[in-house]
């Protein structure tokens, strides 16, 4: 499995949800491929932000060696899944989607099964609200894609 957490700026959800799904694929065995991007292209290059990334840390989860990049068109045939972290992102990415692009497109918490948008905490605050609801929500998408057929 292939799968690409997608945000607008890829510093703050999308690397968590990365970091957290890495994490819980790891306690299940898993092999799998997890990559985060975001939307815009204001922080390639960049780490996590630092108030994210504590966070992370203060709840297990180490964003230290990621670095921001921009989703790519390639992205649309080389990962199976691209969870986008908002509605608004989801539509963004629907929009850049090539024709016959192999991706399932779907929003983070839907896929777990919760529903709604992940809160943007670079605006909002509440970065380790927002740690905890990408940890629930990524044991849950974890639990239902291994059992999938």
């Known amino acids: 499995m292939r799968v690409l957490c997608l ?3 890829n510093i703050c959800r999308s ?4 970091a957290v799904l890495r994490a819980h694929a790891a306690r299940a ?4 491929q997890i990559d985060s991007a975001g939307t815009g292209n204001w922080h390639i290059g960049q780490p996590p932000d630092a108030r ?3 966070a992370a840390r ?3 989860f180490d964003l230290s060696g ?3 990049r921009q989703l790519a068109a390639s992205d649309f045939d080389g990962f199976d899944l691209i969870l986008a972290m908002d509605a608004s992102n989801l539509a963004d ?8 692009s192999r991706a399932r497109l779907v929003r983070f918490l839907d896929e777990a099964g919760i529903g709604g948008d992940v809160p943007d905490p670079y605006y909002e605050g509440n970065f380790d609200g927002v740690v905890a609801l990408v940890d ?4 849950a998408i974890i639990d239902r894609l291994a059992r999938a057929p």
Not at 15 to 18: I, L, Q, V
Not at 29 to 32: D, F, K, N, T
Not at 93 to 100: E, T
């Open 15 to 18: 690397p968590t949800a990365e």
């Open 7 to 9: 945000c607008l700026g």
């Open 52 to 54: 994210m990334q504590a």
């Open 58 to 60: 203060a709840q297990g």
């Open 66 to 68: 990621q670095r921001a």
């Open 136 to 139: 629930r929500a990524a044991a």
């Open 93 to 100: 990415v629907r929009r850049r989607a090539p024709v016959g």
């Open 29 to 32: 065995g898993l092999v799998w």
